[in-house]
Protein backbone atom coordinates (compact mmCIF):
# COMPACT_ATOMS: atom_id res chain seq x y z
CA UNK A 1 0.00 0.00 0.00
CA UNK A 2 0.98 3.41 -0.67
CA UNK A 3 -0.36 6.54 0.83
CA UNK A 4 -0.36 10.09 -1.29
CA UNK A 5 -0.83 13.43 0.57
CA UNK A 6 -0.47 16.84 -1.81
CA UNK A 7 0.21 20.28 -0.44
CA UNK A 8 1.59 23.69 -1.81
CA UNK A 9 -1.77 24.45 -3.57
CA UNK A 10 -3.16 27.75 -3.40
CA UNK A 11 -3.79 31.28 -5.46
CA UNK A 12 -1.12 32.84 -7.80
CA UNK A 13 -1.46 34.72 -10.27
CA UNK A 14 -0.35 35.07 -13.84
CA UNK A 15 3.09 34.44 -14.31
CA UNK A 16 3.59 33.32 -10.91
CA UNK A 17 4.89 29.71 -9.92
CA UNK A 18 4.26 27.40 -6.99
CA UNK A 19 5.61 23.74 -5.87
CA UNK A 20 3.51 20.86 -5.36
CA UNK A 21 4.64 18.26 -2.84
CA UNK A 22 3.12 15.18 -2.88
CA UNK A 23 4.76 13.34 0.23
CA UNK A 24 4.61 9.10 0.21
CA UNK A 25 4.36 6.40 2.50
CA UNK A 26 4.49 2.90 2.56
CA UNK A 27 7.54 0.81 1.83
CA UNK A 28 7.30 -0.03 -1.65
CA UNK A 29 7.35 3.83 -2.54
CA UNK A 30 10.69 3.79 -4.18
CA UNK A 31 9.48 0.55 -6.95
CA UNK A 32 6.43 3.09 -8.33
CA UNK A 33 6.30 5.66 -10.92
CA UNK A 34 5.09 8.58 -9.60
CA UNK A 35 2.28 11.29 -11.77
CA UNK A 36 0.75 14.45 -11.46
CA UNK A 37 -2.91 15.04 -13.02
CA UNK A 38 -5.33 17.53 -12.82
CA UNK A 39 -9.13 18.25 -12.84
CA UNK A 40 -11.00 21.20 -13.71
CA UNK A 41 -14.52 21.77 -12.38
CA UNK A 42 -16.56 20.21 -15.14
CA UNK A 43 -13.94 19.13 -17.49
CA UNK A 44 -12.20 15.54 -17.17
CA UNK A 45 -8.77 14.20 -15.29
CA UNK A 46 -5.66 15.20 -17.66
CA UNK A 47 -2.62 13.78 -17.14
CA UNK A 48 -0.08 16.14 -16.72
CA UNK A 49 3.96 14.74 -15.92
CA UNK A 50 5.38 11.74 -14.43
CA UNK A 51 8.69 9.94 -13.60
CA UNK A 52 9.97 6.83 -13.69
CA UNK A 53 11.17 5.27 -11.10
CA UNK A 54 13.93 2.91 -12.47
CA UNK A 55 14.74 5.56 -15.03
CA UNK A 56 14.38 8.85 -14.10
CA UNK A 57 12.49 9.53 -17.24
CA UNK A 58 10.35 12.09 -17.12
CA UNK A 59 6.91 12.67 -20.13
CA UNK A 60 4.88 15.73 -20.09
CA UNK A 61 1.63 16.54 -21.32
CA UNK A 62 2.30 19.62 -24.69
CA UNK A 63 0.14 21.95 -22.68
CA UNK A 64 2.84 22.21 -20.10
CA UNK A 65 6.33 21.15 -21.43
CA UNK A 66 8.47 23.84 -20.94
CA UNK A 67 6.95 25.34 -17.76
CA UNK A 68 6.45 22.16 -15.59
CA UNK A 69 9.29 20.31 -13.50
CA UNK A 70 8.57 17.31 -12.41
CA UNK A 71 11.11 15.75 -9.43
CA UNK A 72 11.08 13.12 -6.72
CA UNK A 73 13.65 12.55 -4.25
CA UNK A 74 13.74 9.31 -2.63
CA UNK A 75 15.08 9.89 0.52
CA UNK A 76 12.49 12.15 1.95
CA UNK A 77 9.99 9.61 0.02
CA UNK A 78 8.49 12.98 -1.78
CA UNK A 79 6.93 13.98 -5.92
CA UNK A 80 7.62 17.23 -6.86
CA UNK A 81 6.03 19.26 -9.16
CA UNK A 82 7.69 22.81 -9.73
CA UNK A 83 4.99 25.01 -11.97
CA UNK A 84 6.34 28.10 -13.56
CA UNK A 85 4.84 30.85 -15.53
CA UNK A 86 1.17 29.85 -14.78
CA UNK A 87 -1.54 30.44 -16.83
CA UNK A 88 -5.07 31.03 -15.49
CA UNK A 89 -5.81 27.60 -17.59
CA UNK A 90 -4.13 25.76 -15.15
CA UNK A 91 -6.23 26.27 -12.61
CA UNK A 92 -7.53 22.95 -11.04
CA UNK A 93 -7.17 20.38 -8.18
CA UNK A 94 -4.08 18.74 -8.27
CA UNK A 95 -3.63 15.09 -7.87
CA UNK A 96 -0.50 13.04 -7.38
CA UNK A 97 -0.66 9.18 -8.31
CA UNK A 98 1.50 6.06 -7.98
CA UNK A 99 1.42 2.94 -10.38
CA UNK A 100 3.29 0.40 -12.03
CA UNK A 101 3.79 1.37 -16.07
CA UNK A 102 6.35 3.67 -16.35
CA UNK A 103 5.74 6.91 -17.89
CA UNK A 104 2.17 6.76 -18.43
CA UNK A 105 -0.23 9.07 -19.26
CA UNK A 106 -3.23 7.07 -18.81
CA UNK A 107 -4.72 7.31 -14.96
CA UNK A 108 -6.12 4.04 -15.19
CA UNK A 109 -2.38 2.81 -14.95
CA UNK A 110 -1.79 4.37 -11.75
CA UNK A 111 -2.84 2.26 -8.23
CA UNK A 112 -2.79 4.95 -5.46
CA UNK A 113 -4.05 9.02 -5.63
CA UNK A 114 -3.86 11.28 -3.46
CA UNK A 115 -6.68 13.66 -1.82
CA UNK A 116 -5.54 16.41 -3.92
CA UNK A 117 -4.41 20.24 -3.90
CA UNK A 118 -6.00 23.15 -5.50
CA UNK A 119 -4.24 25.36 -7.66
CA UNK A 120 -6.00 28.74 -8.82
CA UNK A 121 -4.23 31.27 -10.93
CA UNK A 122 -6.03 35.04 -11.30
CA UNK A 123 -5.81 36.51 -14.71
Known amino acids: QVQLVESGGGLVQAGGSLRLSCAASGRTFSSYNMGWFRQAPGKEREFVST????????RYADSVKGRFTISRDYAKNTLYLQMNSLKPEDTAVYSC????????????????WGQGTQVTVSS
Open 97 to 112: AAGKRPLSPDSNDYDF
Open 51 to 58: VSWSTGFT
